[in-house]
């Protein structure tokens, strides 16, 4: 629906109240979770909350400043909220609002009024001027000697003359050019006015190797003032801005237990097969971004487009792939993080059913996604990435929990970092849970914990022994989030072969010192398995909790819900 049609029933409200909705209305289109306007509690929430993503909060102070007629769009600084943003309109002068239209506004007034007069004129001027074009043309001085108006409305008849003379070579178009100046001499006011029209009409001749006279173009600009460069470029209207700006790439560092099958220079592939001793492959990848990439959406080839192999300005995909030695793999983090204001780290472990590739590219699109300040990290264990060896993925992913444990604590104690997050998502929960349990009974009583937020993702973990472990949790995480969906059918089918509750299944979990957030009303894609990365709500989620260390009572989106085991948290439908 059009914001014209929503405000016709403001009439007799109030400009505030009217200035208000029109920003809501224009809030919806940018963002996802937002269906109903809460009470007021939105006008205080910052924009950097409400729209995460970048490129689509500079779309909607765009479409924002188009929408209220301002010349120049908004200023994003940093912890503006809506309420802060309707002052400023208010103190500009802007509370009296304009009604958008679907075309894109003429800001030059007068040449708008102008445009249809002159159009018309240019069409009977041109009929008339078929036949016998000079003859029009050495008529035209004593038309335009009475007044201004003469002179204005003939103007579109010249330039359509002198159009077609250049077209044909003729030479009519120079006697036009030399009698222009005669033309424009009883009338003073007229000729300053269609000055810089003329000069166009000039120089368009001589590019195209008409000859005409250099006076009258030399005297133009004296004559008339050149429109400024603000008026001759136009907002353009909102349904022309795109969330991306332009391509770019996402740099990431991986660690995995893979063995690599291929090592050329530029690109190394892995496959699912272990690392006979269990060593880890330390490296980087460079991912692609490309220009039109939507937040939460993997971009590849599609078959039915004829798309047969990635295309970097296009898709998402591996540029390229080189692997590091230990020594040289810390330096690059420990300079990531020092460049980084935050000092930040998060490492993220895939699920089953998952390829290198395919979690090299998750990795980049979650790091972009939510603006990642830091080093984003990610950690591959050997999964088949096939749907029938889930049996063997499960053997794996309990054969890489050591592994993942020296991971951990060369992270923590040699690269610099401030923060640590980890992000595990489905099965890869399992090796996260026992490392962590590990590293908890080698740790002594008291000291700092190691992990600043440990995300539980879709897990794939039996929920009775995701309880048992809740106390490990706690001692080597500051802050637990566990999110999970009745909707989620891959984690409904591990039910049915375990035959025992999942922790990211229903019921929900609900454990003392762990934010359990029901998302079931977040699911995408036919799974509805990777909600946590593939939907923008539990993105912005997570960018609320890892830059900001917000509560979830206090983050936008989220409602709190009490029941007989205790106090959870869920999405708004």
């Given at each position: ?266 690109m190394v592939k892995f496959g699912s097969k272990r690392q006979p001793d269990g060593s880890l492959v330390y490296g980087t990848c460079s991912i692609s971004i490309p220009k039109a990439h939507k937040t939460g959406h993997i971009e590849s080839p599609e078959w039915f487009r004829l798309e047969f192999r990635p295309n970097p300005a296009r ?190 299944g229903p019921p929900l979990v609900i454990v003392p010192g762990v934010d359990s957030i029901d998302a079931s009303e977040m699911g995408s894609g036919w799974l509805q398995h990777s909600y946590v990365t593939d939907t923008w709500a539990l993105l912005s989620d997570l960018h609320a909790l890892l830059f900001s260390d917000t509560p979830a ?21």
């Open positions: 629906m059009r914001i014209k049609k929503r405000l016709g029933p403001l009439k007799r409200t109030s400009s505030r109240k009217r200035l208000e909705q029109l920003v809501w209305s224009v809030l919806r289109r940018f963002t996802v979770g937002l269906r109903k306007r809460p009470s007021n509690k939105w006008l205080d929430v910052p924009f950097q909350r409400l729209i995460p993503d970048r490129g689509r909060r500079v779309a909607f102070f765009r479409s924002l400043a188009t929408t209220v007629r301002k010349r120049r769009a908004f200023v994003d600084t940093r912890g503006l909220t809506p309420r802060q943003l309707l002052e400023q309109i208010s103190a500009n002068g802007g509370s009296t609002i304009h009604r958008p239209s679907t075309d894109q506004p003429h800001w030059d007034t007068a040449a708008a009024k102008k445009a249809p007069a002159e159009k018309a004129s240019a069409k009977k001027a041109a009929a008339k001027a078929t036949p016998a074009k000079k003859s029009v043309a050495t008529k035209a001085p004593a038309k335009q000697a009475p007044g201004k108006k003469a002179a204005a409305r003939k103007a579109p008849a010249k330039k359509s003359i002198i159009k077609k003379a250049a077209a044909k070579a003729i030479p009519a178009k120079k006697s036009v050019a030399t009698k222009t100046p005669a033309k424009q001499a009883p009338g003073k006011k007229a000729a300053a006015r269609k000055a810089p029209a003329k000069k166009f009409i000039v120089k368009k001749a001589v590019a195209k190797g008409v000859p005409a006279k250099k006076g009258p173009p030399k005297k133009a600009p004296a004559r008339g003032t050149p429109p400024k460069k603000g008026d001759a470029k136009p907002r353009p209207s909102p349904g022309a801005l795109r969330v991306g700006t332009e391509s770019s790439s996402v740099s990431i560092f991986f660690a995995t237990d893979r063995q690599p099958i291929q090592e050329p220079e530029s898709h998402i995909a591996i540029l390229k792939t080189t692997t590091l030695a230990e020594e040289a793999f810390i330096e690059r983090i420990r300079a990531t993080v020092a460049s980084s204001k935050a000092k930040d780290a998060f490492i993220f472990v895939h699920g089953y059913n998952t390829t290198f590739e395919n979690a090299a590219i998750r990795t980049g699109q979650m790091a972009f996604d939510l603006s990642f300040i830091g080093a984003p990290i990610l950690y591959s264990w050997p999964s088949k990435g096939a749907i029938k060896d889930y049996p063997s993925d499960e053997a794996n992913v309990i054969w890489t929990s050591k592994h993942f444990e020296r991971f951990l604590v060369l992270i923590a104690e040699r690269c610099g970092t401030e923060k640590i997050h980890v992000i595990a998502h489905s099965m890869g929960n399992r090796a996260v849970c026992d490392a962590l349990r590990a590293l908890s009974l080698s740790t002594p009583v008291g000291e700092t914990v190691l992990l600043h937020h440990l995300v539980l993702a879709a897990p794939d973990i039996d929920a009775d022994t995701f309880r048992e472990l809740t106390d490990a949790l706690r001692k080597m995480s500051g802050h637990i989030t566990l999110y999970s969906s009745s909707a989620d059918k891959a984690i409904k089918a591990s039910q049915r072969i375990h035959r025992n509750p999942r922790a990211g009572e206090h983050r936008f989106g989220l409602e709190k819900r009490g029941g007989k085991d205790g106090i959870h948290y869920a999405f708004r439908p």
